[in-house]
């Protein structure tokens, strides 16, 4: 297990949990009042599980949640202020030779993301630009 948090700014928030089995987490922080929480369980220990966050602006917020038998990554870009962005994978015991991915990107002013993935080998991606936009991907 591996896990990195760079916050540059002030009133930032950070948290990496890692339970078991081959995680790698990192989180960027650069501004003020941005909130980071990455939780990761490789529950076979096969696989890997990765999972990155990172915030450039104010009052944002970004959750990851990867519980796995195989293999997940999630990716969080932010970039202004108040965007809100959640992941939550799971791909039980799955031993697919392909991960499940997950990325959300936001660029602007309070936009909303939110993914959940509990299929084997699954993609969602989300793009905001601009602001006060809402997406949500349930697969």
């Known amino acids: 297990m591996e896990a990195w ?3 540059d700014g002030d009133g930032n928030l950070a948290e990496i949990i890692q339970i078991r089995g081959y995680a790698y987490a990192s989180i960027d922080q650069l501004g003020d009042d941005n909130e980071a929480y990455q939780t990761q369980d490789n529950v076979t220990g096969l696989g890997s599980a990765f999972a990155l966050i990172e915030q450039d602006g104010r009052g944002n917020y970004a959750l990851q949640t990867q519980t796995s038998g195989s293999g997940l990554e999630g990716y969080i870009y932010q970039t202004g202020r108040d965007n809100v962005a959640t992941q939550t994978q799971s791909n039980a015991w799955s031993l697919s ?3 499940s991915y997950a990325l959300t990107t936001q660029t602007g002013n309070e936009n909303e993301g939110h993914i959940v993935q509990t299929s084997q080998s699954a993609m969602a991606i989300i ?8 997406a949500t991907i349930n697969q």
């Open 127 to 134: 793009t905001q630009t601009g602001n006060n936009n809402l």
């Open 97 to 99: 030779p392909v991960p």
């Open 5 to 7: 948090v760079m916050q």
